[in-house]
């Protein structure tokens, strides 16, 4: 069985846009930047299509009463129920092909303190 990724360069777009979005950001402002920037196709009132290659390539916003992005989920791989080692493997190599994009594009990652003051 084989499974699909998105490619390293949606995932760089992907990534450039939203990091450069001004945090705090509020919803309307965050959805207007992915379905305008990114090409999301509106789906509910917080989800979206990414059609990025992938299946069911969905992505959402969470937010705070506020209307404050307090999360941005985006599907990376094909979802699959299939529990095996390829699979496994599959889903290693995927996250370390985009960590290795995220330390390339930021540099190392660092230990945030927790709670954030």
């Not at 990534?15 to 509910?44: C, E, H, K, N, Y």
């Not at 390539?57 to 791989?77: A, F, K, P, V």
């Not at 330390?103 to 709670?115: E, L, T």
Request: aromatic share 12%; net charge negative; no cysteine.
């Amino acid at each position: 069985m084989s499974w699909n990724r998105v490619s390293d360069a949606d995932f760089r777009r992907h990534i450039g846009v939203l990091a450069q979005l001004p945090w705090p950001v509020a919803f309307p402002d965050a959805s207007r930047v992915v379905t305008t920037q990114l090409g999301w196709t509106p789906w509910t009132s917080a989800s979206f299509r990414t059609d990025l290659g992938i299946h069911p390539g969905i992505g959402n916003l969470s937010y705070l009463e506020n209307e404050e992005i307090s999360s941005i989920r985006l599907g990376l791989t094909d979802f699959s129920e299939d529990e095996s080692d390829e699979r496994d493997t599959f889903q290693h190599e995927a996250f370390s092909f985009y960590a290795k994009i995220l330390r390339d594009m930021y540099g190392p990652g660092s230990q945030a303190p927790f709670p954030r003051r």
